[in-house]
């Protein structure tokens, strides 16, 4: 399908646009095995650690040293902090989170000197190792209206309930699913979140429960197992965080086979991917293009594994 031009008339925010299409939540989670977050207070860009409080050459030198390490940079702040606060930040938390599954950690530290931030060690080899989790909600206002609109409730109510786990954050991906977040270190991200229901999502993580309605994905896995793992937690009613973790993932040609472990069987899931009608994936977007979907290509089917066999 070919992109067609933003309609003059009619126009709405994405994530309205999104649920009245009814988009599909599964396997949408952008991809991300470790991070390294970073505290910027004040305003933000549309690129916002390059266009933030720190010098822009800094900023460059430290996202090209973060993407380097094939790690994630992520800017986070307090919310409901006043403008003069924000003005007087002299101290930059910083957090490095692994989120493969087997090996998740946060480790926190931080820097008085901006610059310092170039020497923090990528391994996670300093700072304090935290167990606690990292809520992290996208308000990007520059990125996207969305994001700002509907993050920002959200937001206010996590840092209400969760108040030292709680964070603003840039870009996550998605914004047509605004109002999104990703709690770390697990790396599970969720869309369409509401003030009402985010406490309980997170309290359901603490539980070690994905609540499905509102799950796009785990960010340490690719979108084809994040897809297969949705539909299998349907099959079985598993939503344990750790459960279904991918044996083996196949391409082929009318899509994908994709097993997955289910305590002493072996879930395996038949997907395709399809391409929906065009659409405007971000409120700023001026063409619409068609996206992937990922649909089931034939029921869950449960056999025992071989080692159990």
Not at 225 to 244: E, H, K, M, N, P
Not at 271 to 295: G, Y
Request: hydrophobic residues 40%; charged residues 25%; neutral net charge.
């Amino acid at each position: 399908m070919t992109a067609r031009a933003l309609p003059a008339i009619g126009w709405e925010p994405c994530s309205d646009r999104s649920v009245e299409r009814g988009d599909p939540l599964a396997g949408t989670g952008g991809f991300g095995a470790r991070w390294f977050l970073v505290e910027l207070d004040g305003a933000w860009g549309t690129q916002a650690i390059l266009q933030s409080r720190l010098d822009p050459h800094l900023a460059r030198r430290f996202i090209t040293r973060v993407e380097g390490a094939r790690m994630r940079p992520l800017a986070i702040r307090r919310t409901g902090r006043r403008a003069d606060e924000r003005r007087r930040q002299t101290v930059y938390r910083w957090a490095i989170v692994d989120s493969r599954p087997g090996s998740e950690s946060v480790v926190w530290g931080s820097v008085t000197d901006p610059a310092e931030l170039l020497d923090v060690p990528l391994d996670g080899s300093t700072g304090e190792p935290s167990t606690e989790p990292v809520i992290c909600v996208c308000t990007h206002a520059r990125h996207d209206q969305c994001c700002a609109v509907k993050g920002r409730p959200v937001v206010a109510a996590l840092a209400k309930a969760f108040p030292k786990h709680t964070w603003e954050c840039s870009h996550l991906g998605g914004d047509r699913f605004a109002a999104t977040m990703i709690v770390l270190p697990h790396g599970l991200y969720f869309g369409r979140v509401d003030a009402h229901d985010a406490a309980g999502i997170v309290e359901r993580y603490r539980d070690g429960v994905i609540d499905e309605r509102y799950f796009r994905g785990r960010s340490s896995l690719t979108n084809v197992v994040q897809a297969a793992q949705s539909f299998a937690r349907a099959a079985t009613g598993d939503a344990r965080i750790d459960a279904l973790p991918p044996l083996r993932e196949t391409r082929h040609e009318s899509g994908w086979t994709v097993e997955l472990d289910a305590d002493g069987s072996v879930a395996t899931v038949e997907l395709t991917a399809e391409l929906s009608e065009p659409l405007l994936s971000m409120c700023s977007a001026t063409r619409a293009v068609p996206v992937r979907q990922f649909a089931l290509a034939a029921p869950v089917e449960l056999t025992p594994s071989a080692v159990n066999g």
